[in-house]
């Protein structure tokens, strides 16, 4: 076991000025023989418990790979769904629309991946694919008629009533689970970061 900070009382941090006893809470510090009391070497022990709890993030969080691992699954959908709007819009290389699949795969992850909870990362990565699924019939049918005659003939998604509306109620069936999910987390996050200043008294 150390010896305490000569200028300060390992319980109240007052300042010792040499002395062997804390002047303010009465903490004797040292022993005669010089040595450090129970009560000095209990002080410290709770200080540094102390220290080590508070400087823990609250919640519950995985390492950044796993974080990533995460959020690559959860935006694997962006991936076919921007190949099939790229080439419903225009005819595209397959090199492109392969270039276009991968960047809407991995650009979604690294932004999902900062979020610190994993079902947190669930959550707001299938409230983003239940958006961008819902609007992607309107962005091609809106895209379609900005370029005129270079749109693609025969596209994946056309413009008829049945795509609209699969697409629009497929994607808010994704926006309401995302949703839902994303909540159960932000309480469970909630109820980590209540327990955790009780664990530490």
């Not at 974080?67 to 492109?96: E, G, K, M, Q």
């Amino acid at each position: 076991m150390s010896a305490p900070d000569e200028g300060s009382c390992p319980r109240c941090e007052t300042p010792l000025a040499g002395a062997d006893e804390c002047p303010e809470c009465g903490l004797t510090i040292r022993t005669a023989e010089d040595g450090l009391t129970s009560e000095a070497a209990d002080a410290i022990v709770e200080r540094t418990l102390s220290n080590a709890s508070a400087r823990q993030p609250s919640g519950r969080t995985l390492p950044y790979p796993l974080r990533l691992a995460s959020a690559l699954a959860i935006s694997i959908p962006f991936a076919p769904l921007s190949a099939f709007a790229l080439t419903s819009l225009v005819p595209a290389h397959p090199i492109i629309v392969i270039l276009v699949g991968m960047l809407s795969w991995m650009a979604p992850a690294a932004v999902l991946a900062r979020t610190p909870v994993p079902s947190l990362i669930v959550g707001r990565g299938l409230v983003v694919l239940g958006a961008v699924v819902a609007a992607t019939p309107l962005v091609v049918a809106g895209g379609r008629m900005l370029v005129g005659s270079a749109a693609a003939t025969n596209p994946p998604i056309d413009g008829s009533q049945a795509i609209y509306g699969s697409f629009l109620l497929f994607g808010l069936l994704i926006l309401i689970a995302g949703m839902t999910v994303s909540r159960v987390a932000d309480r469970k996050r909630d109820a980590w970061q209540d327990a955790s200043p009780r664990r530490r008294e």
